[in-house]
């Protein structure tokens, strides 16, 4: 890695940082997400694909990232089994949804430092799940394109509003 290079992904991630420390504030952080409404989100994301004839792996992980509830549908490609896990992971560990690091390697060359970002998964899918403004975990989909992963789980997301 050259030193230009080297100084570029160091800026990056103290930027990532610093942002995310001071986002913070008080604890973004709620208690765990109960069983009942991972369960509830999960429901909801398999009724948005299924309304649209999509497979879908559905994850509900906990703030921490450990797995609460999962769904594999029929004939779900196997690869998306393990790529739901990893949005929902991302997506509570870093309080947003994994479409923001998406979108952050589809701007360029500025972008691509994000790929260093140990546990980011930089693609559309995951989507922290809040309730009383707190972050209890979050939902992760995979099975068809980031588009219709996202849409999913956006429907899982919305199910706990």
């Known amino acids: 890695m050259s030193l230009h290079a080297a100084k570029a992904l160091s800026a990056f991630v103290f ?3 610093a942002v995310n420390v001071l986002a913070q504030g ?3 952080y709620g208690l765990p997400i109960s069983l009942e409404n991972a369960k509830k989100a999960a429901a909801a ?14 994850a509900v992980v906990d703030p921490s990232g450990t797995l609460v509830y999962y769904e594999k549908m029929d ?15 991302s997506a ?3 309080k947003r949804p994994t479409k923001a690091f998406q ?9 691509l430092p994000v790929l260093a970002v140990a546990g980011a998964t930089p693609v559309e ?7 009383d403004g707190h972050i209890i975990g979050a939902i992760g989909v995979s099975g068809d394109s980031p588009e219709h992963d996202g849409q999913c ?6 199910a706990l509003k």
């Open 103 to 111: 979108d952050s390697l589809t701007a360029g060359n500025a972008g």
């Open 153 to 158: 789980a956006q429907a899982g997301a919305n």
């Open 26 to 28: 008080a604890s973004p």
């Open 92 to 94: 509570t560990l870093f």
């Open 125 to 131: 899918g995951g989507i922290p799940l809040v309730m």
């Open 45 to 58: 994301a398999v009724a948005e694909a299924r309304k649209n004839n999509w497979t879908m792996a559905i």
């Open 75 to 89: 004939n779900t490609q196997i690869g998306s089994a393990n790529f739901a896990i990893d949005k929902a992971r």
């Open 15 to 17: 930027v990532f940082c």
